[in-house]
């Protein structure tokens, strides 16, 4: 009895005092950089959620500045909002891994690929895929991406008049689904009998899937995962699998020559190049298919939920909405309710479209915070503070973008003005980076670009929209990607 109280007593002092040996070199930095003195005694911190993560930074920064020492739980972090020290991280060899911290769930539902690969396999997965995703392979996407915005208008269109709608969402998931089917698959979805309106209402339950399974650590215990797969998650993981299995489908039909229904000839997708490494024997297939998950979900995520930002601040901001509208017609004077075709031409000639997508992405970048972990030895900042080898190192793009001492007393009101290339040149390069920035920046970030500004020229001729809604009433939530806890109600009517 004696002896099993004295185990009690004193095994958790042993393993507390364990890791306060193993975070030594983390107490040490501690007094260097500003930081929680409770969090850095005990070595534990709050256990964040999608739902308090950017709330408890936003709280963090305002109290000890840009550069910050946190415990998320038990595990140590450090935080950075400065401009000069997210250069130094993102173009350090020694911070090209990405944290285990954050990006485990992604692994644990997607599987490896780009967004989650380690330096050393990163290197060379990014340079396979840099072929379709050139500039001038991405030229050959435009004729999908103006026919399918004109698929979007017909299903808009049968709504007749929506006020108060928020359906506005549903009609961009479905919408980028058909469009990424098509540009990184190479196939059509409708041909294929695939029923992207059912995958894209699922596509909320499956960022919330993911972003549990990031936040909350339990389950890294590979049996409360194993659990969670088959009861509440089931139906999320059926349907990645789905996916999943319609890309095999396509590896499986280059291999053998005849290709199903729905293949589109004359194009070369990420899949097609795929192929070509799997047939050298230069990639498993496991991770040919969960790679193409990644980016699958990347260019669907990504160009889905800045089309509903875009739309939702010009819904906001009437006056921005009237000049924009001026500069399409101005582009395009036919009277063709946005059926014209965008060209690769027309994209540069459209710059306050460009000013209006950039400060929608500043305001709200898709994925808010990006993490990496130091390895392969210890970093020197530019500060002068040294990062020890395996901390996580957080960069709150979110936070970046809207810090005042960068973007003045208005940093958080819409103002496409911010990117006249007077105020461009002023700021550092760094202050603002949608698509990340450095050694990893975001492959597809062109491709990002060009179906934008080809959706929001077409949609912004056609319709006009409006809301009661107000940015400081926004509650915001972290499912790896930036949501809204509550999608507020739009009006569209066509012009």
């Not at 929680?36 to 070595?43: A, R, T």
């Not at 199903?260 to 990639?283: P, Q």
């Amino acid at each position: 009895m004696h002896l099993f109280l004295i185990v009690v007593i004193f095994c958790p002092i042993f393993l507390w005092l364990l890791h306060r040996w193993n975070d030594r070199k983390v107490i040490s930095l501690a007094t260097k950089v500003p930081s929680y003195k409770l969090q850095m005694l005990l070595g534990f911190g709050p256990i964040t959620t999608q739902k308090s993560i950017i709330s408890e930074s936003i709280t963090g920064h305002q109290k000890l500045g840009r550069n910050m020492l946190m415990y998320m739980g038990p595990f140590p972090c450090y935080f950075t909002i400065d401009p000069v020290i997210i250069k130094d991280i993102l173009n350090s060899k020694l911070c090209r891994d990405k944290s285990d911290l954050t990006y485990t769930g992604v692994i644990n539902a997607l599987g490896k690929g780009l967004i989650t690969m380690k330096g050393s396999e990163w290197i060379p997965h990014r340079k396979l895929l840099n072929p379709p995703f050139k500039v001038s392979n991405q030229i050959t996407f435009l004729p999908i991406f103006n026919q399918k915005v004109n698929g979007l208008f017909a299903a808009m269109d049968q709504c007749g008049y929506m006020e108060n709608s928020r359906d506005i969402l549903k009609f961009c998931r479905e919408f980028t689904l058909n469009i990424t089917f098509e540009t990184m698959l190479g196939h059509n979805a409708r041909a294929k009998n695939i029923d992207t309106k059912h995958i894209a209402k699922l596509v909320t339950h499956i960022t919330e899937y993911i972003s549990e399974i990031t936040f909350k650590f339990f389950y890294f215990n590979p049996l409360v995962l194993n659990l969670a797969h088959r009861t509440i998650f089931r139906e999320c993981r059926e349907t990645i699998e789905y996916v999943k299995g319609e890309i095999d489908k396509i590896l499986k039909s280059f291999s053998t020559g005849q290709h199903d229904a729905g293949y589109l000839e004359n194009l070369y997708t990420a899949i097609h190049c795929l192929y070509e490494s799997l047939e050298n024997n230069e990639t498993p297939r496991e991770i040919i298919i969960s790679g193409m998950i990644h980016l699958f979900s990347g260019a669907f995520e990504t160009t889905s939920s800045s089309i509903y930002f875009t739309v939702l601040m010009l819904a906001m901001h009437p006056e921005v909405q009237s000049k924009l509208f001026s500069e399409i017609c101005e582009r395009f004077p036919e009277n063709d309710d946005g059926n014209m075709e965008v060209t690769y031409e027309h994209l540069s000639q459209l710059p306050y479209l460009d000013m209006v997508l950039k400060e929608t992405l500043r305001l709200f970048p898709v994925v808010p915070q990006i993490a990496r972990q130091v390895s392969g030895g210890n970093v020197r900042l530019s500060n002068g503070v040294v990062l020890p080898e395996g901390l996580n190192v957080m960069l709150n793009i979110f936070l970046l973008h809207r810090d005042p001492q960068i973007w003045g007393p208005k940093a958080n009101t819409f103002n496409p003005d911010n990117f006249l290339p007077c105020n461009v040149e002023q700021r550092h390069p760094y202050t603002y980076m949608p698509f990340s920035k450095g050694t990893r920046t975001c492959i597809g970030m062109r491709y990002a670009e060009m179906s934008l500004k080809v959706t929001m020229a077409k949609i912004i001729k056609r319709y006009k929209f409006s809301t009661t809604a107000k940015i400081e009433d926004f509650e915001w939530e972290n499912h790896i990607s930036l949501h809204l806890v509550n999608n507020p109600p739009l009006t569209v009517e066509r012009r």
